[in-house]
C-alpha cells in the first residue's frame, strides 16, 4: 500500500482495533460477557492485521488476497457489533459510535480493492 490514500487504511484499522480491545474489556468487566467479546476482539483486530500483511505483499495477488480478508473481517465485525446492541450489552450511544467506524473502514477497504482490482487487469 503505496501513498498517502491507501495509509489512512493502516491508521484507522489500528485506532479501530484499539476500541475494540477496549470494548471488549468493558464488556467482560462490567457485563461479564465473554463469548461475544471473543469473537469481536478476533474480527476486529484482524482488520489491522491484514492491511499491514497487505502493506508487505510481495504481489499484486498477495496484496489483493490479504485486503479482502480485512474485509471480511470487517463485515463480521459489524455483525458482532449489531448483535451486541440488539442483545443491551453496548447502549445505541455506543453502538453508532463504533459502528460508523466499522462502516468506514467496510468502505475504505471495498475502495482500495476495488482500485487494486481495476489496476491489475
Known amino acids: 500500500m503505496k501513498g498517502g490514500r491507501e495509509n489512512i487504511i493502516l491508521i484507522k484499522s489500528f485506532?479501530?482495533?484499539v476500541r475494540i480491545v477496549k470494548l471488549c474489556r468493558y464488556l467482560r468487566e462490567n457485563k461479564s460477557e465473554y463469548v461475544l467479546s471473543k469473537q469481536l476482539v478476533r474480527s476486529g483486530t484482524s482488520i489491522g492485521a491484514n492491511?499491514?500483511?497487505a502493506n508487505g505483499a510481495l504481489t499484486k495477488k498477495d496484496f489483493i488476497n490479504k485486503l479482502h480478508i480485512a474485509l471480511k473481517e470487517a463485515r463480521e465485525t459489524h455483525y458482532w457489533l449489531r448483535l451486541l446492541n440488539e442483545t443491551d450489552y453496548i447502549t445505541e450511544t455506543e453502538f453508532d459510535s463504533i459502528l460508523?467506524?466499522?462502516?468506514e473502514l467496510i468502505s475504505i477497504l471495498t475502495a482500495i480493492l476495488k482500485s487494486a482490482k481495476e489496476n491489475d487487469k
Open 100 to 103: 460508523k467506524d466499522a462502516g
Open 15 to 17: 485506532a479501530f482495533a
Open 51 to 53: 492491511a499491514e500483511e
